[in-house]
């Protein structure tokens, strides 16, 4: 029997646990980020202040304001160069040079946590993931000098989408897959190479093409739909024919995921308003074989209004452990709002 273990010595005092490593740690709360070797060694980055951040000091204020979110992602192994993002910039710091912008984005504040990707040859890509209500074009960045300076590689043309959810390196084919979203006639998948002079876009633009996350096997794609609107399931993409099944289903949209080396697979689902969202709890989901699901653990939303205060998500830090432990981090949930646990897979 499969669960997960909550390890309680593993809790750290920040909100979000971004990366976790043998060798690192990084995580943050409201305008502060820690970067903490596991050798020895600790640096507190801060970002600029906004006009709202003296409301920072409250945990629902944060919820309601946006304050806590923010985006890091190392690129070296040790942290000494990171690519953050808070508050609609873009910021590259290294032990040298310090926290420095280098991107204004034009129509979001954030990006998801798995929006981010670098790819075999170290060219980094990311794409805009905000409210867009007029349909503008929606950039995908690239930098080839390890986040010192962005240009625009490719934009999803005006009334195409409303935004990206996530941008991934394929390490089989090495092309690079965009999911997109929200409404029917909005959500994609795109394929590219890298440079992005071959695009094609996959599906019909339906809910069976809005997702959030993906897993890479050598012959199939799979990702999670993340749909309020129709039962989420998984997708496999078959790489040959370009045929897709349908398997699992979930009682809310999948936001996140995470590959457990020598494991399986997890997946969580949302507590957010919509028709085939069933049930106030969001819900960690593991699988051997991205066929078939099993609920490992599930949080109960809280009280605060989801408009406002947001809706029930939890997520999980990135990169791989050797003992397999990770750490999950939730908002608008009990028990787990604004805190990280480290966790770990039992079979």
Known sequence: ?????????????EEIVHFYSDELLVASTH?????????????????????????????????????????????DPQGRSLILIRQGVAYKYDEHNGLRQTLT???????????????????LLFGEYGANAERQPIPIYASDDNGESWHIAYQIPAGKAKHVHGVYADKYTEKIWIFTGDAD??????????????????????????????????????????????????????????????????????????????????LASTVEPG????????????????????????????????GLFKFGVIGFSRSERSDGSFFIFGEALKGLDGRALRCKIKQ
């Open 185 to 266: 006639g909005e959500s994609w998948v795109i394929e590219a190479n890298e440079n992005f002079s071959e695009v094609r876009y996959r599906g019909d633009g339906s809910q069976i093409y809005r997702a959030c996350t993906v897993f890479f096997t050598p012959d199939k794609v799979v990702w999670a739909m993340d749909s309020p609107l129709q039962p989420s399931q998984t997708v496999h993409f078959d790489r040959r024919t370009g045929d897709v099944e349908l398997h699992g289903s979930f009682p809310g949209p999948i936001w996140y995921g995470l590959e457990v080396p020598n494991s399986g697979y997890l």
């Open 1 to 13: 029997m499969t669960v997960i273990e909550f390890q309680d010595s593993g809790h750290v005092p």
């Open 275 to 306: 028709d085939s969202v069933t049930g106030d709890e969001a819900g960690i989901y593991f699988s051997e074989n991205l066929v078939t699901w099993s609920r490992l653990a599930a949080f109960t939303k809280d009280r605060w209004p989801m």
């Open 105 to 123: 984005l034009r129509q979001s504040r954030n990006v998801l946590h798995t929006d981010f990707c670098q790819t075999k040859s170290g060219r």
């Open 31 to 75: 305008r502060r980020v820690i970067v903490q070797s596991l050798h020895g060694g600790r640096v507190v980055i801060e970002f600029p202040r906004t006009k709202f951040d003296v409301l920072g000091i409250s945990r629902l204020a944060r919820r309601a304001l946006r304050l806590d979110k923010c985006n890091v992602f190392p690129l």
